[in-house]
Nanobody
Framework: VQLQASGGGLVQAGGSLRLSCAFSGVTFSTYIAGWFRQAPGKEREFVAAIGWRYGRTNYADSAKGRFTISRDHPKDTVYLQMNSLKPEDTSHYYC?????????????????WGQGTLVTVSS
């Protein structure tokens, strides 16, 4: 399984970004795609996850109301639309994948990871 994240960049506080994660090589029939983030010196934290078959979602409290996770079946791509960005959202963002139907919010449940994409929010 390969995941390729993109879409990070520099944005002012209050602005928006959309992250994309394209994946390939998935052979299991049901899976969860998730986004995590990790700032320097901090642990990796959950942002959002979505079930591929039924679209069931799970969000961290920090993401609720501001971020939206979505998927595109034909393109095998998951998106994270981030609005009303804050300086504390500055981090490396990682996409992840796991087999199954439960959108877990802990990194240890996800065996497949893409490289990070850096999001910097200036004040």
């Amino acid at each position: 399984v390969q995941l390729q994240a993109s879409g990070g960049g520099l944005v002012q506080a209050g602005g928006s970004l959309r992250l994309s994660c394209a994946f390939s090589g998935v052979t299991f029939s049901t899976y969860i795609a998730g986004w995590f983030r990790q700032a320097p010196g901090k642990e990796r934290e959950f942002v959002a996850a979505i079930g591929w078959r039924y679209g069931r979602t799970n969000y961290a409290d920090s993401a609720k109301g501001r971020f939206t996770i979505s998927r595109d079946h034909p393109k095998d791509t998951v998106y994270l639309q981030m609005n009303s960005l804050k300086p504390e959202d500055t981090s490396h963002y990682y996409c992840a994948l796991r087999e199954g139907q439960i959108p877990y919010d802990t990194a240890r449940h996800y065996p497949h990871w893409g490289q990070g994409t850096l999001v910097t929010v200036s004040s």
